[in-house]
């Protein structure tokens, strides 16, 4: 029969007391059996440990070979190649605007990437290029590009004979188009409506302003279709072709104007 040892536990609240019985060997090995769950709960965290390290082990390997696998795929050359190229075609944007009397967008660090790029630079200068890019297409938004109606030119910026009859020239600002009464007439760019009425020998006319000190006049319409401080968007639609002011017939007179200096809207019909 096993030995029990009695253990009396008194409750000093005055409560009833409680006995408990041991098995005597419990007490007398105590140590032993402390060691042997002690041993039992670090063989038991080893085991943990071993089974968490090569999980996380297979999942970095696994994402080792991806990255190894994206890598070989990636040609460095071809980045730098393309990377080139964009910096180049804003060099001929640049060119561009410059011959449209307009500033250059500035782009730190263009020109050529250099040799040094590694595969870990990518996104950055992935990042760099789409910020600049968005810049340009921010600017060529508010710069006039395009013709402001269907019709062909009729006649084009600089000395002219003299449309009402005379053998004396005269300086046309503008360039004119081919139209008929009604013929819709657009903006060329985004800007802000600054004049809508009659003016002088332009008849009814449409002024815009943009940004990059730039101004476009649409000239001789028949309607207006805007308001002064009204907000325009490129392509669309503020007046209709006419035949109002000084004009021997429907068409539209179009002026780019730059600081203040009307300027050859030629030069803005294409980048």
């Given at each position: 029969?096993?030995?029990?040892?009695?253990?009396?536990?008194?409750?000093?609240?005055?409560?009833?007391?409680?006995?408990?019985?041991?098995?005597?060997?419990?007490?007398?090995?105590?140590?032993?059996?402390?060691?042997?769950?002690?041993?039992?709960?670090?063989?038991?965290?080893?085991?943990?440990?071993?089974?968490?390290?090569?999980?996380?082990?297979?999942?970095?390997?696994d994402k080792l070979a991806r990255a190894n696998i994206?890598?070989?795929?990636?040609?460095?050359?071809?980045?730098?190649?393309?990377?080139?190229?964009?910096?180049?075609?804003?060099?001929?944007?640049?060119?561009?605007?410059?011959?449209r009397g307009l500033e250059s967008i500035t782009i730190?660090?263009?020109?050529?990437?250099?040799?040094?790029?590694?595969?870990?630079?990518?996104?950055?200068?992935?990042?760099?290029?789409?910020?600049?890019?968005?810049?340009?297409?921010?600017?060529?938004?508010?710069?006039?590009?395009?013709?402001?109606?269907?019709g062909n030119i009729s006649s084009l910026f600089g000395?002219?004979?003299?449309?009402?009859?005379?053998?004396?020239?005269?300086?046309?600002?503008?360039?004119?188009?081919?139209?008929?009464?009604?013929?819709?007439?657009?903006?060329?760019?985004?800007?802000?409506?600054?004049?809508?009425?009659?003016?002088?020998?332009?008849?009814?006319?449409?002024?815009?302003?943009?940004?990059?000190?730039?101004?476009?006049?649409?000239?001789?319409?028949?309607?207006?279709?805007?308001?002064?401080?009204?907000?325009?968007?490129?392509?669309?639609?503020?007046?209709?072709?006419?035949?109002?002011?000084?004009?021997?017939?429907?068409?539209?007179?179009?002026?780019?104007?730059?600081?203040?200096?009307?300027?050859?809207?030629?030069?803005?019909?294409?980048?």
């Amino acid at each position: 029969m096993q030995k029990k040892t009695t253990i009396l536990l008194i409750n000093k609240k005055g409560k009833e007391n409680k006995i408990i019985q041991i098995p005597s060997g419990i007490i007398l090995h105590w140590r032993k059996y402390l060691l042997l769950i002690n041993c039992l709960i670090i063989l038991l965290l080893a085991i943990i440990g071993i089974y968490i390290y090569q999980k996380t082990s297979e999942h970095y390997i696994d994402k080792l070979a991806r990255a190894n696998i994206i890598k070989n795929q990636i040609d460095l050359v071809k980045v730098k190649q393309s990377l080139n190229s964009i910096d180049e075609n804003i060099h001929k944007i640049n060119k561009s605007l410059n011959a449209r009397g307009l500033e250059s967008i500035t782009i730190e660090n263009a020109g050529g990437i250099g040799d040094n790029i590694e595969i870990t630079d990518i996104n950055n200068i992935a990042e760099f290029y789409a910020n600049k890019i968005k810049e340009i297409k921010n600017t060529l938004i508010v710069t006039p590009l395009g013709k402001p109606t269907h019709g062909n030119i009729s006649s084009l910026f600089g000395n002219r004979m003299n449309p009402f009859g005379g053998l004396r020239s005269e300086k046309h600002v503008g360039i004119d188009f081919k139209g008929k009464i009604g013929d819709p007439v657009k903006s060329t760019a985004k800007g802000i409506v600054i004049f809508t009425g009659v003016k002088g020998s332009y008849g009814k006319c449409i002024i815009i302003k943009h940004n990059n000190y730039l101004q476009t006049l649409y000239a001789h319409l028949s309607n207006s279709k805007v308001k002064v401080n009204q907000k325009i968007k490129a392509g669309e639609i503020i007046g209709t072709v006419g035949n109002s002011g000084r004009s021997t017939g429907p068409h539209l007179h179009y002026e780019v104007i730059h600081n203040d200096k009307k300027i050859d809207p030629k030069l803005f019909l294409k980048l």
